[in-house]
């Protein structure tokens, strides 16, 4: 191996290396010597029809490893570069960088989630508002790997050696079970930035719209949090009456407190609640399932919220005025643990669980 004399801009850390071998034939008299190949001294020589071979190696002052970039040949050199070998490195190590920059995208907003649910079979999104943190939900279902693998691949994702510096509304964090693994969101800034830990490795990531989208992807996943934060099937609460008293209680008083005490600043965040009128509509025969509803009213901490406009909702007059007014059905269910769990909740279509 010969190292090549190449500008000085290149530095110390591309290096171009002549390989140069040579093998010896018991009979070199019966080699067919074809594709520019070369016998001397009865010894084969490197060359070929592309002339001989050029390793392009790169050193990663980080950890003084060497990484092998690609190889090139005299031919190529020649006809491309004018037998310039630093401009053919350079050539070849800029693909070099923009083929690990995409794999390495495509590995973080893709299969790096997958890896992390899978690696626990769960993961836990937690969030943290101003130093302070508030619930953390953790799911087995890998339904919200996927669900998280689609919003990542609505951006563009650009390595970068530090996080951003604009300050950060929120951060939201999505971990393995283990905690392992972990991908950390940063609201705020012109590109919004992302970590992703993994044992001792640790990335930063800048992350923009490829699309146009009008939301960062710290929001787009600060709003899958707060459907977590709002899921019906966290409810669940005691009460002894009868059908009519269990809807009362879940309307004016759990479903209620529900809503008041979701985390701040979220898209389905309110300041006040108040029922409007309510009904069952029907009861199971066993008696542990109730179909019922409520119109509501709520004081919006954001009044255009996406989250809180979905679906049936007007705007309030008279008494509400500068209230959101809506409505919901919901199904209610004692289970095995005696207390009454809400199992379905939206719009309209619920229908009651089979005895």
Same mark, same amino acid.
């Given at each position: ?29 019966? &080699?067919?010597? $074809?594709? /520019? ?5 009865? +010894? ?5 029809? =592309?002339? #001989? ?120 964090? &999505?971990?393995? $079970?283990? /905690? ?5 969101? +940063? ?5 919004? =930035?992302? #970590? ?125 005025? /500068? ?33």
């Amino acid at each position: 191996m010969t190292r090549l004399d190449t500008d000085s801009n290149l530095g110390n850390d591309i290096n171009v290396w002549l390989l140069e071998y040579r093998i010896k034939p018991e009979n070199p008299d019966k &080699v067919v010597m $074809a594709g /520019g190949m070369r016998l001397e001294d009865g +010894w084969i020589t490197e060359w070929g029809s =592309t002339g #001989q071979p050029y390793l392009v190696l790169v050193r990663h002052t980080a950890d003084e490893s060497w990484v092998r970039v690609g190889v090139t040949n005299t031919l190529t050199v020649t006809e491309d570069y004018g037998g310039n070998y630093s401009q053919a490195a350079v050539d070849m190590y800029n693909k070099y960088l923009s083929d690990e920059k995409q794999s390495s995208a495509a590995d973080i907003s893709g299969n790096a989630m997958y890896m992390l649910f899978d690696s626990g079979k769960s993961l836990a999104v937690g969030l943290n508002i101003a130093g302070k943190a508030y619930n953390t939900y953790t799911t087995d279902n890998r339904w919200y790997a996927e669900r998280f693998v689609v919003l990542m691949n609505i951006y563009n994702w650009t390595k970068t050696d530090m996080p951003g510096t604009a300050p950060s509304n929120f951060q939201l964090t &999505v971990s393995s $079970a283990d /905690g392992s693994a972990c991908f950390t969101y +940063w609201q705020g800034g012109d590109a919004e =930035t992302v #970590q992703y830990v993994d044992g001792g490795e640790t990335t930063y990531w800048l992350v923009t719209s490829k699309y146009g989208n009008t939301i960062g992807i710290a929001e787009a996943m600060r709003a899958e949090y707060d459907n977590m934060d709002v899921d019906c099937v966290r409810i669940s609460f005691d009460e002894k009456g009868t059908a009519e008293k269990v809807t009362e209680t879940f309307v004016k008083d759990v479903y209620a407190d529900h809503l008041l005490d979701l985390e701040p600043s979220g898209i389905y965040s309110i300041s006040d609640y108040e029922v409007v009128d309510w009904g069952v509509n029907k009861v199971s025969d066993n008696k542990a399932a109730i179909l019922g509803w409520v119109k509501f009213a709520v004081i919006p901490q954001d009044y255009n919220s996406a989250g809180l406009w979905a679906g049936n909702t007007v705007k309030g007059t008279g008494k509400y005025e /500068g209230w959101l007014v809506m409505s919901r059905e919901f199904v209610l269910q004692k289970q095995a643990d005696g207390y009454w769990h809400c199992i379905d909740l939206g719009t309209g279509g619920a229908s009651l669980p089979e005895d």
